[in-house]
């Protein structure tokens, strides 16, 4: 019918897992390539949860297959939502211990090693900025 309006699109969820991965007093910065979505953006590294698998299982899978690296969970900040025009992203962020491993870019442009405090002078996807908000106030009061 014409004049009647269709049913609102809700913009579609996603989940993801990223981890704040430290060593020796740094942490891992991965810019994602040209070809993904928000191009050349910055983030820490992870994927979207797969159906009924966890954040934390999502992670190790992920980690392995992005970087090629094992590494040991050492903590969680809280998930947070962030809604882009086209979809909306809740991340699941877990402070890391490299563990086995070297990180290589196997998906990402490049790839940085910064100190906590370095961390803001990188162009940020939006939803990544309250996750290095929280990470960093964490580190404070851990002090």
């Not at 049913?7 to 990223?18: G, L, S, Y």
């Given at each position: 019918m014409i004049g009647v309006p269709g049913?609102?699109?809700?913009?579609?969820?996603?989940?993801?897992?990223?981890a704040i991965i430290e060593r020796d007093g740094l942490v891992l910065a991965a810019q994602r390539s040209a070809s993904m979505s928000l191009p050349l953006k910055w983030e820490f590294p992870g994927g979207k949860i797969d159906g009924e698998e966890t954040p934390e299982e999502c992670l190790h899978r992920e980690l392995r297959e992005e970087l090629g690296v094992r590494v040991e969970i050492r903590g969680g900040i809280p998930p947070t939502t962030h809604r882009y025009a086209a979809f909306s992203v809740t991340l699941h962020p877990f402070v890391c211990a490299l563990g086995a491993g070297t990180p290589s870019a196997h998906e990402h442009a490049a790839l940085v090693w910064l100190e906590p405090g370095q961390l803001p002078s990188l162009d940020w996807a939006e939803a990544d900025l309250p996750v290095i908000a929280a990470y960093l106030a964490s580190r404070e009061g851990g002090r």
């Open positions: 049913p609102a699109t809700v913009p579609r969820h996603i989940r993801v897992a990223c």
